[in-house]
T-cell receptor, first 117, second 115 residues
Framework: DTGVSQDPRHKITKRGQNVTFRCDPISEHNRLYWYRQTLGQGPEFLTYFQNEAQLEKSRLLSDRFSAERPKGSFSTLEIQRTEQGDSAMYLC???????????????FGEGSWLTVV | AQSVTQLDSHVSVSEGTPVLLRCNYS??????LFWYVQHPNKGLQLLLKYTSAATLVKGINGFEAEFKKSETSFHLTKPSAHMSDAAEYFCVVTSFFGSARQLTFGSGTQLTVLP
């Protein structure tokens, strides 16, 4: 399978613990995105990498959240001191760089479900 | 700012009948628009996209959508629903967050297909 893969698919953690999610994008895609989706809502943009550089972060990404893409390939999203409000599905996506105004298709992984108890 | 409004949170149709999922958008420039589908416990799959070419866009699995600038709409249709179409559907508009093109999602429409 050459799609976007995410690990783990499900994580249950106690409040206050740290969790880390990994994303492996489609090979040769140099753009990588993280989105968060809560129940009954559409995904919301968190952050974006071009190669290893984290170029944008939304206000949703509090200081307890950190994302890295050290070699411009896979990425990790770490949540420190988890809170119940962090319970959501964390989606990773990747794409080629935009061309002209239309841009390229963004491909999503199957997501990592986080439940904080 | 760009935004999308999905007018129905739930739609139920009988198998073999037409599907209509409604979406209105707001954009300060010519938008790129998408429909994504999400099956339970699955990621998002692109159904189709509009990028200022033909206003009638054909996608996978028999879905199509028509871009109507005058109505700021991008409704998704399918002539005949199949049981496997039951899923959540998201209308999406491209927006720019700083230098990055990113996707702004609607709140979703849950499609139920009745036998």
């Amino acid at each position: 399978d050459t799609g976007v893969s995410q690990d783990p698919r499900h994580k249950i953690t106690k409040r206050g613990q740290n969790v880390t999610f990994r994303c492996d994008p489609i090979s040769e895609h140099n753009r990588l995105y993280w989105y968060r989706q809560t129940l009954g809502q559409g995904p919301e943009f968190l952050t974006y990498f071009q190669n290893e550089a984290q170029l944008e972060k939304s206000r949703l990404l509090s200081d307890r959240f950190s994302a890295e893409r050290p070699k411009g390939s896979f990425s990790t999203l770490e949540i420190q001191r988890t809170e119940q409000g962090d319970s959501a599905m964390y989606l990773c996506a990747s794409s080629f760089p935009d061309r002209a105004a239309s841009g390229n298709t963004i491909y999503f992984g199957e997501g990592s479900w986080l439940t904080v108890v | 700012a760009q935004s999308v409004t999905q007018l129905d949170s739930h739609v139920s149709v009988s198998e073999g009948t037409p599907v209509l999922l409604r979406c209105n958008y707001s954009s300060s420039y010519s938008p790129s628009l998408f429909w994504y589908v999400q099956h339970p416990n699955k990621g998002l799959q692109l159904l189709l996209k509009y990028t200022s070419a033909a206003t009638l866009v054909k996608g996978i699995n028999g879905f199509e959508a028509e871009f109507k600038k005058s109505e700021t709409s991008f409704h998704l249709t399918k002539p005949s629903a199949h049981m496997s179409d039951a899923a959540e559907y998201f209308c999406v508009v491209t927006s720019f967050f700083g230098s990055a093109r990113q996707l702004t999602f609607g709140s979703g429409t849950q499609l139920t297909v009745l036998p």
